[in-house]
């Protein structure tokens, strides 16, 4: 039923899209040769948000992905009347196949990806009073969880030719209040593993990967989210594998796995490491799974690795598409990056090689012609939730006045307040189409570089 409305709404986008010969057979012949320069076609060429015809009309990709698999799993969970973690099969079901998946020893459900790294924190023994260090360029529920555990999040700045955290500058931030580094695997694309786990190990401080963008990223031919203490992964509704709103923990450590499903389950102990209410955990809440969400994890599982086989040949295409665009740099990777799991195609819009025409004009530019891409996220490090943390009570309690009074400078990130002005990206559904919508989202690019004049004075 499903796919029929999809090959309806399909149909007929192709129909409008048929409307428009003349810009067909421009696309078509750019198609061709999509490395070079299109040639302009006349009044055809004209930039949507100036009037002309928008190089793509078709819809974007389908997201979420679903079929009969999501309803059967979804009826028989509703008619088995176990819908709780402690009476049901999925969750464990799920914990299991997403720790073979990423060769974990342990796997942990949770909630949220913030709940999995909240959970993390305290198992790795975070407490109040610590300084956490943390990347700026981030969703900010990386820096909310360090926050909850009433420690400072000590920002180091941004690789800007990766967007990942600069691991070169970790060392110097760290003080005798550091307990733990949260590298973000962004975008799917690892951080500098090898130079993160090396000053670690140096100075003995914790591991959490935030790789809640990195479902199925791999560092020198292993998952990310194995390589640290834990591995933090979001299945929220935008991921790459989604069942709406869920999580989970990885660890190799029997002693995390245990502090983690305390953490998660109300001071529970994990089954087969004691039954002792409590034995692990010196705190604890609800941030359970439910047999819902594993239920559609299980089965969105059944497509994550050929929707990332197909996100991953898509995304280096069109990376090799944009790096031949002046003033358009995308994101590289580091050396021991073996797959990316590209949840974002990130790059730099240099406005300079747009007539100076400003992100803002030239994203809207791009949405007109029918490509969907987002500005990312701004200065973390200077939003004004941390400052109100900090002049709260307890950080005034807990930290000397000094080291408050010196956060903001010792934290500011010249390199990323940069990027958060040039960065774009185009996020995985934008990677599951066919590889022509590559060759139009080039292509709308190269046409407003053609008109960029125009844009920059309308
Ligand atoms: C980098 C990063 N960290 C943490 C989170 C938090 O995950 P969730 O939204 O599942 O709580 C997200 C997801 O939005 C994220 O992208």
């Known amino acids: 039923m499903k796919q029929q409305i999809n090959r309806r709404q399909f149909l007929g986008a192709t129909a409008i899209a048929g409307a428009g010969v003349s810009v067909s057979l421009a696309r078509a012949a750019q198609a061709q040769s999509p490395g070079a320069p299109a040639p302009a076609t006349g009044a055809d060429d004209k930039p949507a948000l100036l009037g002309g015809p928008p190089v793509r009309s078709r819809p974007a990709h389908r997201w979420p992905v679903f079929d009969e698999r999501e309803d059967q799993a979804m009826l028989e969970t509703i008619h088995s009347g176990k819908w709780f973690r402690g009476s049901g099969k999925n969750v464990v079901a799920f914990e299991q196949t997403w720790s073979r998946a990423t060769g974990a020893k342990y796997c942990t459900a949770t909630n949220s990806g913030t709940s999995a790294l909240f959970a993390s924190l305290a198992a790795v023994g975070v407490a109040a009073g610590d300084e956490v260090i943390v990347a700026p ?36 931030a760290i003080t005798d209040r550091t307990s733990a580094i949260i590298p973000v695997h962004l975008g799917g694309s690892p951080a500098n593993l090898d130079a993160i786990l090396a000053v670690a190990n140096k100075h003995k401080l914790a591991v959490v990967e935030d790789a809640c963008q990195a479902h199925l990223a791999e560092w020198r031919g292993r998952k990310v989210g194995t390589w640290g203490d834990t591995g933090c992964f979001s299945f929220q509704a935008s991921k790459n594998l989604n069942c709406g709103d869920g999580g989970a923990v990885l660890t190799n450590s029997d002693e995390w796995a245990d502090k983690v499903y305390s953490f998660h389950n109300n001071c529970r102990a994990r089954q087969g490491s004691g039954n002792a209410f409590g034995s692990k955990s010196s705190r604890g809440g609800n941030f359970r ?19 990332t086989q197909t996100r991953h040949q898509n995304a280096e295409y069109l990376r090799s598409l944009l790096k031949d665009i002046p003033g358009i740099l995308p994101s590289r990777m580091y050396d021991g990056c073996t797959r990316n799991a590209y949840h974002l195609v990130m790059y730099r819009y240099q406005k300079e090689h747009f007539a100076g025409m400003p992100r803002k004009r030239f994203l809207e530019a791009l949405k007109a012609e029918g490509v969907d891409c987002n500005p990312g996220y701004g200065r973390l490090n200077q939003q004004p939730f941390i400052k109100n943390s900090l002049a709260s009570r307890s950080w005034q309690r807990l930290f000397p006045a000094e080291t408050l009074a010196g956060w903001a400078e010792r934290t500011a990130c010249p390199v990323n307040d940069q990027l958060s002005e040039e960065a774009a990206w ?11 919508d590559m060759d139009e989202i080039a292509g709308a690019i190269r046409k407003l570089q053609r008109h960029a004049g125009d844009l920059a004075k309308a």
């Open 289 to 307: 799974m439910t047999e819902f969400q594993a239920a559609i994890l299980l089965a969105q599982l059944t497509r994550l690795e050929a929707q």
């Open 137 to 172: 360029y981030t969703f900010i529920a990386t820096v909310n969880v360090i926050l909850l555990h009433h420690a400072l999040p000590i920002f180091v700045d941004t690789d800007p030719e990766t967007m990942q955290i600069d691991a070169g500058k970790i060392e110097a």
């Open 426 to 436: 185009f996020t995985q559904t934008t990677l599951l189409g066919p590889r022509s």
